[in-house]
């Protein structure tokens, strides 16, 4: 009789065993971390919790990897974001239980409850090619597109010349994008030549700037504060409420735009004469996700007295379409000023706290691939995160 119950329960032992072997990786995926090319396709389903893989297509249309060859390679595709639902089929919050490291490409999902999860993958060109082939002769110097200005490849042209650099950030769907441009529509001032690492920059990253101003003006500071820094600026707390509302706010995927946004240091140096070609570089903030443009941002997207840059009454009325910069004069009775473009597009100073218009500026991850041909009505689209360096 005992013989026969031990024999019972080594029959149950092996059976679980090779159960267990069965479903190891998709209960490893689902309670760990585990590189995502070793996931085989009939590992990720079980009773209780599922994992699909999607595909963006060229047509913006979605496709399920339902075999190992429409497998995502990292080096072909990024990752997009992703939903989860519950048993029940509500929405449960991704950043709760799902971690995308865009570093190393490991996925981990942390749940004991019964889920299902479709993570998002997408396909485009990387930043810097994409520039080159689209960017004509106002990218990067023309047609060699080799001319970079303090360390980074530009645009430089007139508001009418320049009309290849639009790019939606916040959504990757071009309807969306173009129904909504006040939240979605930016456009690329530059992508990064070399490494800073006096800020914390690299080599390949996109700097993009919303295309349209905040609906209020702001205050730069207060000039009864004789050092006017900008890590207190009225204008810096305005932009970086806006972000948190936007970007690392926004549902259901807020948590992939912010991760796509790169925090580092920005100068803040005086500027004592008309901003040139070379960003002061003796004084740096707090590390943050989103500025301003720097005076010269604007002087290097030139071309005589006409800059792109400029928005010729971007804001009618009131608030006034003079814009802010971050760049300060910042020397001796005019230690609290700073610099803004007037609306005719000319750079001057004044007290900080004048109420102009802000725009956000941000700087976002290296290894960006994207879609589109930068046209107001056809943007730049992020269509995936490659590895990020």
């Not at 995926?29 to 995502?36: A, D, E, P």
């Not at 990292?74 to 991704?94: L, P, Q, R, W």
């Not at 009309?163 to 939606?168: F, R, T």
């Not at 910069?325 to 001057?348: E, H, I, K, Q, S």
């Amino acid at each position: 009789m005992k013989k026969k119950i031990i024999l019972k329960l080594i029959v149950v032992l092996v059976t679980i065993g090779i159960i267990y072997e069965g479903y190891g990786m998709i209960k490893e995926f689902t309670v760990s971390s585990r590189n995502l090319e070793e996931i085989n396709t009939k590992d990720l389903s079980s009773n209780d919790k599922s994992i699909a893989i999607v595909l963006q297509n060229e047509d913006d249309s979605w496709e399920e990897a339902t075999d190992r060859s429409k497998w995502p390679s990292k080096e072909d595709y990024g990752y997009m974001g992703a939903e989860c639902t519950d048993s029940d089929g509500a929405k449960i919050d991704v950043s709760t239980i799902l971690k995308f490291d865009l570093m190393t490409y490991h996925a981990t999902i942390d749940t004991k409850n019964s889920i299902y999860c479709t993570l998002y993958f997408a396909k485009g060109e990387p930043a810097l090619q994409k520039l080159q082939e689209t960017g004509g002769e106002v990218f990067a110097g023309g047609g060699d597109h080799t001319t970079a200005v303090d360390g980074m490849y530009r645009y430089k042209g007139t508001t009418t010349a320049v009309n290849n650099n639009y790019i939606c950030f916040g959504t990757s769907n071009k309807d969306e994008c173009l129904a909504n441009p006040d939240t979605y529509m930016f456009r690329i001032i530059g992508i990064t030549s070399a490494d800073d690492n006096t800020v914390g920059l690299k080599k390949g990253q996109l700097k993009i700037i919303k295309a349209t101003p905040s609906n209020t003006s702001q205050k730069w500071g207060n000039r009864e504060d004789d050092s006017s820094p900008w890590d207190s600026s009225q204008a810096k707390n305005h932009v970086t409420s806006w972000y948190n509302t936007n970007i690392s706010g926004k549902q259901p995927n807020g948590t992939y735009w912010d991760s796509i946004v790169t925090s580092q240091k920005w100068y803040n140096a005086d500027q004592t004469s008309t901003p040139g070609t070379v960003e002061p570089k003796t004084s740096q903030s707090a590390a943050s996700k989103v500025a301003l443009m720097y005076g010269t941002d604007f002087t290097n997207a030139s071309t005589g007295t006409s800059s792109w840059l400029f928005i010729k009454n971007g804001m009618t009325g009131s608030p006034s379409s003079n814009e802010w910069t971050m760049t300060r004069y910042g020397l001796n009775d005019r230690r609290y000023w700073a610099w803004y473009v007037l609306t005719d597009g000319r750079l001057t100073y004044w007290y900080v706290d004048g109420t102009y218009a802000v725009r956000p500026v941000l700087y976002l991850q290296s290894a960006i691939n994207l879609t589109g041909t930068g046209k107001s009505d056809d943007p730049f689209r992020i269509r995936s995160m490659n590895n990020v360096q």
